[in-house]
């Protein structure tokens, strides 16, 4: 790293810490934080003992390419699960990191599609980060942070620097804050990592709504889901999730409807890239 590139790294750090410090006035840390946080979905909570650990590193796949719109819908809504209930619960800002390569090959953050899935803007922070390198530094730094709710750290494609001591850094960092984290990998194959979870995504039909409204019109999000890899217990497992904006929380989800998968262009009401 060059004297310019070490300015730009450290303006960057500067700037993330004091964003950071702004949201999590008045939030908690990690003390009074349960052990897990519930998905609302039986199946999953129950083989997970309750739902995902916090304070932990969680990795997440794309089933196909066509399936990163889905990935990040399901990522940004288990934030929203582990973030939400109250302060004691891990009430918190969450901030999500991305790198420009990413923005350029998947797109920008849609703001209505964010409120669509009941994401409220004044506690979300967005990173946009010149390279792989700075990404990884910065998640780093921010996992440190004990009052941030969830720290989303997008990271598509082989990701050399990504290897497992880097994950390794990041797994003890949130250990240490308290702070769960959600790896976003896209579509590709899994690499090794010290991630507590791994997942595997795909858009799944949606169901139809209520009768009298528009048959064409979208209903609930959903997803394919399927657990690769766990820290211990069984793994291989699949499921079908489906999201409720109004309670915020998963739901079993029927198994036949019309396919409305999360799009990039924000459709399916929980479609986060423009």
Not at 35 to 60: I, K, M, N, P, Y
Not at 202 to 208: F, I
Request: charged residues 25%; contains cysteine; neutral net charge.
């Amino acid at each position: 790293m060059n004297m310019q590139e070490s300015s730009d790294a450290a303006v960057l750090l500067r700037d993330l810490r004091g964003r950071i410090a702004m949201l999590e006035r008045g939030q908690v840390g990690p003390r009074g934080r349960e052990d897990r946080f519930a998905t609302g979905h039986a199946g999953v909570d129950r083989t997970l003992g309750g739902g995902l650990a916090r304070g932990r590193l969680h990795e997440f796949y794309a089933a196909d390419s066509g399936d990163d719109a889905s990935v990040h819908g399901l990522a940004l809504m288990l934030a929203l699960r582990a973030c939400a209930g109250g302060k004691a619960a891990g009430q918190g800002a969450i901030l999500w990191l991305r790198t420009q390569d990413a923005v350029r090959g998947q797109g920008g953050i849609s703001g209505e599609g964010l409120c669509a899935i009941g994401v409220d803007p004044a506690r979300m922070l967005i990173g946009i980060m010149p390279d792989e390198k700075m990404l990884l530094r910065c998640a780093a730094d921010a996992a440190r942070c004990e009052g941030l709710g969830c720290l989303l750290i997008d990271c598509p494609g082989r990701a050399p620097m990504l290897d497992l001591t880097a994950s390794r850094r990041l797994v003890l960092a949130a250990e240490r804050s308290g702070v769960t984290l959600f790896l976003i990998r896209g579509h590709g194959p899994p690499q090794p990592s010290a991630a507590e979870s791994r997942w595997d995504v795909a858009a799944a039909p949606s169901t139809g709504l209520a009768q009298g409204l528009t048959m064409d019109a979208p209903g609930a999000p959903a997803f394919d889901v399927r657990l690769l890899r766990r820290r211990s217990g069984p793994d291989g497992l699949t499921w079908r999730m489906e999201w409720d904006r109004d309670s915020a929380t998963f739901r079993d989800a029927p198994l036949s409807g019309a396919i409305l998968p999360l799009s990039a262009d924000g459709s399916a009401a929980a479609g986060v890239a423009a």
